[in-house]
């Protein structure tokens, strides 16, 4: 009898057969694919990268390691990293970071479609130059394109909004022209958008109000026209919006007023018109304001003073009227205020002395009367305080000698009476010092010699008299010397004679006395000297002479 071991059905092999075949199938493409992707698509990567070196003027030795026999990996500016791709990870390239190079060539010679795992470009500060190419479009993966600081020239392309992956884009300090893509508006990951110093003109599209992640927006120093759109109020997270130095117009949108994270506002040097909105004041994490030069109207809100962040607060060479707010006491964080160049009336209010953290305080060219407040004398952090070309009346408060910081005091055109104080001696860093076209009187404290950093001393045009200190030149810096139409006496001080560093005197229309050419030395920097209707003798000749030569 004979045993049959068992048999597999003749139908089911085909079945089996198949399977298998595509089982091995599978495998080859997978290994195939892998292969493209770890040592074809890497290798095409190092051609192009090489190539573009190629076509660059003198490549800069950063890029010395960029040799054909060595992995584009190992090469100063790339780096790789390893991409999971099906059970494969091969090595691509992820990263282009040359800043400062020196790189002299243009982006258009760049392969990208051959760099379609690039996240990274960094090549700011370098002379490339030529268009931005359209073909960038391609690097899907990119999150932060830096190209600030180049020659780029050109239009930015529509096919940018394309790199909808991008967080950081940085076309700042180019030659771009025409306007901003709307397609901007599809990069709705960005963070921080730098588009400043350029030659774009045009509007700002309101797609921009699209990138609700925006942190940071630099517009500023182009040839922008129109109004700020009023989407720009949709982008919540921004903590900075720079638009200065445009041709921006029409008025401040209210929209602005929901930044509320908005930290630097700067405006300034547009077009814009109209009052300051007050919805601006809601924005109380703000540290910068900026809205000079521009044609604004209205008075300065009271509500400004919420703003207890404030650091810098500029609204100069506008068309502000009415008075200083009191409440921009409250700012006591304020370091600089500039409101000089309005139409401001009324008196410097007392609450400006709780500023004590200001350095700067800025209200000249106004229209402002009454008398310098004493508590000034408070703000002992002060570097500049300028006055000049108002309605002030009154006498110098004694109380500003305490300004051991001053460096430049102007109060020169208003009605300013009474003496200098002698406390004006105490004031140690002052190097410029205007005072001229007052009413003031009364002889010059001899305390002036103490001030050894004195640049500039102008007294022109008003009543003072007695003695011109003697070592009014004791520091040896005095550059500048005008005291004209006052009724000074006595002899030259004998400190201007060694004192070299003159480049302008004017005494004339006083009543000095003694003799030019002892009173005079060799002044080589000196361009300028008036000595007329005096009661001066001896020879000027000498003294011109030694000026000339």
């Not at 139409?485 to 060694?498: A, D, E, Y």
Request: proline share 6%; net charge neutral.
């Amino acid at each position: 009898m004979k045993t049959q071991g068992s048999k597999m059905p003749a139908s089911s092999i085909p079945l089996l057969y198949r399977c298998l075949l595509l089982v091995s199938c599978l495998l080859l493409l997978e290994e195939a694919d892998a292969a493209h992707h770890g040592g074809i698509s890497l290798r095409s990567q190092h051609m192009a990268l090489l190539h573009w070196k190629a076509t660059l003027a003198s490549p800069p030795p950063q890029m010395s390691s960029w040799q054909e026999n060595t992995s584009s990996c190992n090469w100063t500016g790339i780096m790789c990293t390893a991409v999971r791709h099906g059970r494969h990870m091969p090595w691509v390239v992820t990263n282009i970071s040359l800043p400062d190079a020196g790189i002299r060539g243009q982006l258009g010679e760049l392969n990208f479609s051959a760099l379609p795992f690039l996240e990274y470009i960094n090549l700011t500060n370098n002379s490339l130059h030529g268009a931005l190419p359209s073909s960038i479009s391609s690097l899907s993966a990119l999150s932060v394109l830096g190209l600030q600081y180049n020659q780029l020239t050109g239009k930015i392309p529509y096919e940018i909004g394309h790199l909808q992956s991008l967080r950081r884009l940085g076309l700042a300090y180019n030659r771009l022209t025409g306007h901003i893509p709307v397609s901007l508006g599809n990069l709705t990951m960005l963070t921080d958008l730098f588009i400043h110093q350029t030659m774009l003109s045009g509007p700002i599209p309101e797609e921009i109000g699209r990138l609700v992640n925006l942190q940071v927006l630099q517009l500023s120093n182009s040839t922008l026209s129109g109004t700020i759109p009023k989407t720009l109020g949709n982008l919540t997270q921004l903590n900075t919006l720079f638009l200065y130095g445009n041709q921006l117009s029409g008025p401040i949108p209210q929209e602005l007023g929901r930044l509320v994270h908005l930290r630097s506002l700067q405006l300034s040097i547009n077009d814009f018109s109209g009052p300051i909105p007050i919805s601006i004041t809601n924005l109380t994490k703000m540290n910068d304001l900026f809205l000079g030069e521009n044609p604004l109207t209205g008075s300065l809100p009271s509500e400004l003073g919420n703003l207890a962040m404030l650091n810098r607060l500029y609204v100069y060479k506008s068309q502000i009227t009415g008075s200083i707010p009191p409440e921009l006491g409250n700012l006591t964080m304020l370091n600089s205020l500039a409101l000089y160049t309005n139409q401001i009336t009324g008196p410097i209010p007392l609450e400006l002395g709780l500023l004590q953290n200001l350095q700067s305080l800025q209200l000249d060219d106004n229209q402002i009367s009454g008398s310098i407040p004493s508590i000034l004398g408070n703000m002992t952090k002060l570097v500049e305080l300028t006055l000049s070309v108002n309605h002030i009346t009154g006498s110098i408060p004694q109380e500003i000698g305490n300004l051991m910081n001053l460096e430049y005091l102007a109060f020169f055109q208003n009605q300013i009476s009474g003496s200098i104080p002698k406390t004006f001696g105490k004031l140690q860093s002052i190097k410029i010092m205007q005072v001229f076209d007052n009413k003031l009187s009364g002889s010059l404290p001899q305390e002036f010699g103490d001030l050894i950093k004195l640049v500039e001393l102008a007294l022109s045009n008003n009543s003072l008299s007695g003695h011109l200190p003697a070592n009014i030149c004791l520091g040896g810096r005095l550059k500048n010397v005008y005291a004209s139409f006052n009724m000074f006496s006595g002899l030259i001080p004998r400190s201007l004679k060694t004192c070299t560093s003159l480049v302008k005197i004017d005494l004339q229309s006083n009543k000095l006395t003694g003799d030019i050419s002892q009173h005079f030395g060799v002044y080589p920097e000196l361009i300028g000297m008036s000595l007329s209707s005096n009661r001066l003798t001896g020879r000027s000749r000498q003294v011109l002479v030694q000026v000339l030569n």
